[in-house]
């Protein structure tokens, strides 16, 4: 008996003691709903414009009502492209009629906003409607504008409709498979909501548009905003699609920091909790011991940096098409019109020592308009560092050293300009004005790096940084620059298509993103037949798209330089952070603070 | 006095004018346009460009611009009919934006009916953005003020009465570098020295603590002033201290002073009572100015500190070429500029009774 008993009380120590261990092994990763700290995040720019999101259209907006509203497709964070039943996306599946002009979306039925109102595809007809009623700004929408008349204006989207509260129809004007994404173009609203406050009077939404939404989807809600201080958000615990079943952070808040610099030192300090960390900081945070702590993701960039050459006169820029569709014949550029010239301008460049030298290693060259984390991306076109090449190509080009003098330029003898626009242009230097946006050390480094690289090959090099509103923008758009320094930004997923940069459509002084005025038939011809490929098939797209690259490579309309390599860094305390190179934020639900630094 | 007063203000309306002409029309003029930096997007097409352009009136001659800014242009087109969009206009199109249908009626009643329109980039109105941020720069400039004015004074007081010493000889050498060491460079200076990176005395930028519920009152939330009114104050100091000692040493020859002090006063009254007494008197011509200052935000010190001032606003609309913003200040600060330099006149007048208006 008093064996039994023994054994008995050690039988329910074991098991008292089983409650308390089991459960700690068997928790998730957090604390609890709100109890993961406040998560500080610094904003560089300007304060956000709007709180709503049918009207956002600066990136401060946009990183505020991401956490407000759902999108129709979400980009999975493991793939970067839109896949159905992904957090935050409304999409459950859909599919293309035989067509290919009809695509019907299957919306996902278990999802509300958080007054518990159902969310339907009647909230994405509002905003199309709103978007379509052209009383409201907002520039991410040419997709669903349309002319008086009632033709697109933008995109080729001729209607959308909801046959039943779970699904909508959208109707191309032609099959289009660039044009998927443009669904997703426009923010989905609160209908009930947005109905009462503004109905079909849309235009009164740009009355107040910091309005504080009363309704939203999303791991927060409730903005506070306290103007050039910061934007607070506050846990939202009906979002259904969290990672771990709930929301952990407490708060975020959206940090008004202006200075970069700046930024750095507060992050270091502990004040912020997630960095972009800036080019020129990123060697300290992979050497400095006393930065070893900071828990940090490096990831190709889905951008890139470029000179754009102006192929046509800056003289007398022309528009691509006129009024009846019909070519205008471009009067070329008189150094850049030649391809040749373009080429040895490519040559003539050491960009290993641009990523070495000034990125500080924070860089991966390109040759064309795909990037490394592009599914059609070709890694065997690839600049060729050949300084005799370079001038044996301007030699070619009529572009001769006619004095053997290093100290001046090269002169057009039987140039092409000469040749096929003005023969009286024999004997004038080889001349360019290079032109980067002021306030950037690196631009400023880049450019004085080019302008020497042009001088040793026989140019004479005109740089200068000048201000990007008053003076950058009026030359590129204007085309009346001959090399401009710019980046792109590709947005996610990536696509291939370059329609909007190099088709003459597009080519339209003031306006147009053409503004090296290049024109190519066959590229042209391919762009047009990539968007139409039956069913999209990938295979036979990135057929096309590897040519357009080579096209691209060999014609030369920018200067293609380099993917930024970039790198984020959270606080060592910061738990839960997985980061992809498609999203480093996609988890913020989960994330917890440890010992929040005070 | 008050026939002075009536003057000034009568001859202030033309200049405010000149000043607001002179202004748009720079500004307008400038290369450049709004509709090119707003809309700087591939996926913007022609035609919402054109109407983006014809809504913010872009595209009008200046003077239908300025005229719009300054009375309306309810009156330039209107609906007679009721149908909602206008059916008549003068001065400007009736389909500005060439869709071919007429545009709606114009709603802008101009500044002289108390409109500033509408901001291009925020999209609301320029005295509230201009409103929601002056109460940080104008607590921040009381504080500037609140420093260098009397260190300034005292300083130059006592480097005037030990004038060649090694007070003075350090006075002159602080003046140097309040005036010359860029105010960017003491503001990062002082951030990594107070800041985290190394003494972690002060904060590091803002004007509290981010938490919900806003900032508490400013005697809870010092610490965050301190170091953006020291960045601000070294060059208010440097200047008030040598125009002080310069107008101290000027009455030090006076007949009065010499008067003071053969009578037998000691050197405190002599200095104290009557010299520096006198020597205030031409300050008052910098009141006005330094009471338009108040408004005035700094950019750098704004921007290094994190500090929610007008000065960050004003410059990002310069580059934005955000009209009705950069208009609304040029208002507020021509207005503040004529009062002041008014007060400064009156109390020139008021301190000194030789001086009759």
Known sequence: MKNFSKWLVLGLCLVLLGTLVIPAFAQDEGLGAGEGGIIITGNTGDDPATFNPLLANDSASFDIVQWLAPAIFTINPQTGESEPNIAGGLA????????????????????????????????????????????????YASAFETMADGTPAGGKIVSVEAPDPYTVVVTFSEADCVAFESVNDIAIVPSHVYQELYGTDYASMMDDPRSIPTVSFGPFKDIEFAPAQRVSLIADQSYPDTVLGYVSPEEWVYLSVPDENVETERFIAGEISILAVPSTRQNDFRTDPALADFQKYE?????????????????????????????????????????LVRRAITQAVDMDAIIEGIRDGNGLKVATHTIPTSWVY????????????????????????DDNDPATPRVCQNCLYAREVDPSFEGSPLELRLRVPEGG????????????????????????????????????????????LLSWSLGLPVDPDVTDFYTPAVDVPGAGFNFTSFYNEELNQILAEARVVPGCDPEARKELYLRAQEILFNEAPYYYMYVSQSMTAVQPNLQNWNPTPYSRIWDTDAWVLLDQPQ | MNKFIIRRLIQAIPTFFGITILSYFI??????????????????????????????????????????????????????????????????????????????????????RGDFGRSFVYRDNPLKLIGERLPATIELNIATLLVSIPLGLTIGILAAIWRGRSFDQSARILAVVGDSVPSFLMAFGLIMIFGAPTLNLLPMGGQCAPVRGGCPPIYQRLEYLVLPT??????????????????????ITS???????????????????????????????????????????????????????????????????????????????????IVGFLISDILYAVFDPRIRL
């Open chain 2, 230 to 251: 020291i960045a601000l104050s070294l060059g208010g100091i440097a200047g008030w201290s040598r125009f002080m000692r310069a107008a101290m040493l000027d009455t």
């Open chain 1, 299 to 339: 990831f190709t960039g889905n951008g890139f940096t470029f000179f754009a050459m102006n192929t046509a006169d800056p003289n007398n820029p022309q528009p691509g098409l006129d009024e009846q569709g019909n070519l205008i014949p471009q009067t070329p550029h008189p150094v850049l019109g030649d391809v």
């Open chain 1, 378 to 401: 070709n890694p065997d076109l690839q600049y060729k560092f050949d300084v005799e090449a370079a001038k044996a190509l301007l030699d070619e080009a009529g572009w001769v050293d």
């Open chain 1, 92 to 139: 459950e599946s859909w599919s293309y009629d035989e067509t290919g002009t009809v695509l019907t979306i299957n919306l996902r039925q278990d999802l509300a906003w958080n007054d518990g109102t159902p969310i339907t595809a009647a909230d994405y007809l509002y905003s199309v409607d709103a978007i379509r009623s052209g009383q409201i700004e907002n520039s």
């Open chain 2, 27 to 112: 500004i307008a003029a400038a290369p450049g346009d709004p509709v090119s930096i707003l809309t700087f997007n591939p996926k913007m097409s022609m035609e919402e460009r054109q109407q983006l352009a014809a809504r913010l009136g872009v595209n009008d001659p200046i003077y239908i611009q300025y005229l719009r800014w300054l009375v309306g242009d309810d009156w330039m087109r209107w609906d007679t009919n009721g149908d909602g969009l206008a059916d008549r206009a003068i001065l400007i199109p009736l389909d500005a934006d060439s869709d071919g249908e007429p545009d709606p009626p114009g709603e802008r009643r101009g500044i002289l």
């Open chain 2, 255 to 337: 007949d009065y002073v010499r008067t003071a002090k053969a009578k037998g006063l000691n050197d405190r009254i002599v200095w104290f009572r009557h010299s520096a007494r006198n020597a205030l008197i031409p300050m008052a011509t910098f009141l006005g100015p330094t009471f338009v200052s108040l408004l005035g935000g700094a950019t750098i010190i704004e921007t290094i500190f994190s500090w929610p001032g007008v000065g960050r606003l004003l410059t990002q609309s310069v580059t934005a070429q955000d009209y009705p913003v950069i208009m609304a200040s040029v208002v507020i600060g021509s207005v503040l500029t």
């Open chain 1, 441 to 484: 050390e690196i631009a400023s480094q880049m450019g004085e790096f080019f302008k020497a690289s042009l001088d040793e090959i026989g140019f004479s090099t005109d740089f200068q940084a000048i201000d990007w509103g008053s003076a950058f923008l009026p030359e590129l758009t204007g085309q009346t620059f001959d090399m401009a």
